[in-house]
């Protein structure tokens, strides 16, 4: 059994200053907000490229983003697709939490942006450049662009951000794991800013090809808005998305020095392995369970002071049965006083990102009293028996979230989000 | 504020000693051979094998030799999985035998709590070999034949996954991502897993097999590659294209492999009677926040790193006797990494042995900085120092002690290891000969 948690260093603590995010559903915090709680769906037929000869043709994509709003139109032909959209992410971030960064700070500040994969585009460009023009065709700029951590690279480049600057990949937990690694950095004074998050854009059509073959994706092809349907019965698999979504996490005492605007704390995270397969999650949800357990230990608190629950909620048949599972182990009796909902209903699987989109949705939901629905929730699955907030947000107190992000190779994040009181 | 915090109450008491090592690299597969090798002097560049590297103006690498992944693995995980993977389940064997954590079934033995046990296993790109397969079957046989398990098998964290699933390793689970610092990231986040409290036992490690036509292509392009050409005689010479800190220098060579390092927190390795091999004493980190190719001037966030690290040994700049540079053979990052150096360490900078594994295993990407962190525990467990090979020419503005062509017998007990990523990642860690 894990070890007490240290005792937290109050001025330490790990506030959330300031948000940003580019998704599916809205290219800014406020556009973004407003449609998730109204349950607004972000999928859509396939744009970024012919999907006709693909079996899966939906997806949730960004729409209108347009690089050159948030950076120089050089530095962006420079950049892969998943890099743009999380300088631009952060840039809302800083801007919105008043941080200046200057020779006074830079070395001060960190950068944690994870992801799933990647560049892909450019692996895939590169290589049909040298297949059909030849090697000495290929860019010069292709292995730095493909590589996956250039989107903390990028954020640290065009803001002068000069402290650590860490990327992981977790597949589809990386943005959890990227708050879990901003507190420690606040906690044991590496940092006094962390920029986290996560960015994800893999819209092409090896993906799909790839995903579909496994059996992952919703076929619903004919009713896009409707695909994504976690813990509903008829749910048939995930719908693939993109985004960034960027976290300002900051030690208390400096956000309180410089009057930042706090809005919740990152209180407490843990991270687990399942060991189990490279694809399926653990069906006893052991790792899941452990993770969750792990987390609100950390935060110091108890499991019955969660209320709401961002569920990792893919849509895929054995996902949402095994974290439904896996939430009643881990909270006991308490889990039928809970609200549990997936943003993913309406921003599809954004990957790498998903955990940044359910961070946001955790930070808002506390500050505005209101838990974000579950859409597309029409039939009951007997597996499935919580409370999803079905199709319509509720209002609420939120003193404290839980964001579950669980990954390929069974990588399990959780980190846990509170009310900040001083 | 920033770097000079304390550690947090309650788990300052928390050391971090390694009690495993694991390799398999272009110089020899497992720890006696590859470190025998390194001690020689012996060069693990040749010509390549994987491809025809014929349309590449650069056609030599690191390439693991004589390796069989059906050895570790079996054969169904062995085609599904990248080349990556298979090295770091292979290195990850050898890693949990040496640390007496291997139980009879071929996983960890039942003695340790496996939730308390985790890893940070990092990698540059991941498995771009399978990426390449899909794309290239999806292009030529359409969108239904493209394989099922190629996504989770291509995922960079594929590898930290697999080998937690096969060896049955539960606790944090993490795969850090940045370009060649990545491996000395991965160390240092598992040390602060442990020293945080949040697990016993952590693999700092990393994984790269990057040998796909498409990163010579890549590279090539950005001038990047050293050239295998003797700079004397005008020959082609595989073992002479790596020469880090020589005048003639003129690009790195692209190897592949994996390390994997045992961290335990002491008590617990004390406990069960595991034999430390050296402290992980210090951990650094920073962001050139300059450009996303070319190092910053002077290595400014090198220094930053090598501060930060030396800051969390709580040791002054003497108390380190050798670093491993990161010293990949390319006119700037030599040049800056020296510049570095001297910035950081003043005069003891002439007392240092400084040397550069990579003219012999190569630039093994995201595996390189465990690598290097390997060497770093076998130098000041056994005071040997491996040395720069291909070093003939003094560079007139280079001028620390590179440790030229020949190891050396000494008692060294503190190691720094740099690492730097294209992006402008620094990562350095720094070990201590193990005493009580």
Known sequence: ?422 | MGQIAAREPGVSDRRVVVTGLGIVSPVGIGVEASWDALVAGRSGIDRITLFDPSPFEVDVAGEVKGFDASAYMDAKDVRRHDRNTHFAVAATGEALRHAGLMGDNGRVTDEVDADRFGMVFGTGIGGIGILLEGQKTLDERGPRRVSPFMLPHMLPDSASGQVAIQYGIRGPNMAVVSACATGGHAVGEAMETIVRGQADIMLGAGTEAPLVPLAFAGFGQMRALGTPIDPDTGEYNPAMASRPFDMTRNGFVVSEGSAVLVLEEFQHALARGARPIAEVIGYGSSADAFDMAAPAERGEGNQRAMRAALTRAGIGPEGVDYINAHGTSTPLNDKYETHAIRDVFGEHADRLAVSSTKSMTGHAMGAAGAIEALVCAKVVSTGCIPPTINYRHPDPELTLDYVPNEARSTDARVALSNSMGLGGHNSTLILRRFED
């Open chain 1, 1 to 422: 059994m894990s070890r007490p948690p240290p005792p937290r260093d109050p001025a330490r603590r790990a506030v959330v200053t300031g948000l940003g995010a580019v998704t599916p559903i809205g290219n800014d915090v406020a556009t973004f907000w407003s449609n998730l709680t109204a349950g607004v769906s972000g999928v859509a037929p396939i744009s970024a490229f012919d999907a006709s000869d693909l079996e899966v043709r939906i997806a949730a994509e960004v729409k209108g983003f347009e690089p050159r709003d948030w950076m120089d139109f050089k530095q962006a032909r420079r950049m892969s697709r998943f890099a743009q959209l999380a300088v631009a992410a952060a840039r809302q971030a800083i801007d919105a939490s008043g941080l200046q960064i200057g020779d006074h700070n830079r070395d001060d500040i960190a950068v944690v942006v994870n992801t799933g994969a990647g560049g892909l585009q450019e692996v895939a460009i590169g290589e049909s450049t040298m297949m059909t023009k030849g090697p000495d065709r290929v860019s010069p700029f292709m292995v730095p662009m493909m590589s996956p951590s250039m989107a903390a690279c990028q954020i640290s480049i065009q803001n002068g951000i000069r402290g650590p600057v860490i990327a992981s990949v977790a597949a589809c937990a990386a943005s959890v794991q990227a708050f879990v690694e901003a507190q420690r950095l606040i906690e044991r004074g590496d940092a006094d800013v962390v920029i986290a998050g996560g960015t994800e854009s893999a819209i092409m059509s090896v993906s799909f090809a790839a995903l579909a073959n496994m059996g992952a994706l919703s076929r619903r092809n004919q009713d896009p808005e409707r695909a994504s349907r976690p813990f509903d019965a008829n749910r048939d698999g995930f719908v693939l998305g993109e985004a960034a979504g960027i976290l300002v996490v900051e030690a208390a005492e400096h956000a309180e020095a410089r009057g930042a605007p706090i809005l919740a704390e990152i209180a407490g995270g843990a991270l687990t392995g399942d060991a189990f397969h490279i694809s399926a999650p653990d069906p006893s949800g052991y790792g899941a369970t452990l993770a969750m357990q792990r987390a609100v230990r950390d935060a110091h608190l108890e499991m019955e002071q969660v209320q709401y629950v961002v569920a990792h909620g893919t849509s895929t048949k054995l996902n949402d049965a095994t974290e439904t599972k896996a939430i009643r182990s881990a909270f006991g009796s308490h889990a039928d006083r809970l609200a549990v909902s997936s943003n993913k209903s309406m921003l599809g699987h954004t990957l790498g990102a998903a955990g940044a989109m359910s961070g946001l949705a955790a930070v808002l939901a506390i500050r505005d009293g209101v838990f974000p629905p579950t859409i597309n929730y029409e039939t009951a699955d007997p597996a499935c028996d919580l409370d999803y907030v079905p199709n319509v947000a509720r209002k609420a107190a939120v003193e404290v979230a839980l964001v579950n992000g669980f990954g390929f190779g069974g990588q399990n994040a959780v980190t846990v989000f509170q009310r900040y009181l001083g």
